[in-house]
């Protein structure tokens, strides 16, 4: 399986650097956002490193779709948002700034008022840390 060791999300999925894991099988892995843009904002990546929508495989998209929708219906259970996203950004007018291929699980509130192009800000490790407990147990 093609890895790139300067990714930081091939180092996530090498345990290199910590996440906060919700998921994870022989395809893909699924983890917290630690930028959130909204309380419960998860990832979900292909193990197979590939940049973006123009060059991820067949089998990695497939298998990513399929496991970011058994992370929103935990996520939905979790936290019974008024609506969720499914968000995937590609190039800098997209906001792309990891450069390995990924889904957003991204809840949404009435009002949030959520751009498409927000900005990073960090959120807090202890909260987000206890979501990914209360969505894996909702997996
Ligand atoms: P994008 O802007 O679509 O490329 O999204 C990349 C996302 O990765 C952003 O929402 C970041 O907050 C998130 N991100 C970057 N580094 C990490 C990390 N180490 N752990 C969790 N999320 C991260």
């Known amino acids: 399986m093609n890895t790139d060791p300067d990714c930081i999300f091939c180092?996530?999925?090498a345990g290199e650097i910590p996440s906060f894991k919700i998921h994870?099988?022989?395809e893909t892995f699924a983890f917290m956002d630690i930028n959130p843009a909204n309380e419960g904002h998860a990832l979900v990546i292909p193990k197979e490193h590939a940049r973006d929508v123009y060059s991820v495989s067949d089998s990695a998209i497939?298998?990513?779709v399929k496991t970011a929708k058994k992370i929103a219906a935990a996520v939905d259970k979790t936290l019974n948002p008024d609506g969720l996203n499914l968000l995937q950004?590609?190039?800098p007018a997209a906001a792309q700034s990891v450069m390995h291929f990924h889904m957003h699980v991204l809840p949404r509130r009435n009002g949030d008022d959520l751009k498409?192009?927000?900005?990073l800000e960090a959120g807090d490790m202890d909260a987000i840390g206890q979501l990914a407990e209360r969505i894996r147990d909702n997996l």
Not at 116 to 119: C, F, H, V
């Open 11 to 13: 180092k996530i999925i």
């Open 24 to 26: 994870e099988d022989s």
């Open 62 to 64: 497939s298998a990513t």
């Open 89 to 91: 950004c590609n190039g």
């Open 116 to 119: 498409l192009n927000w900005g």
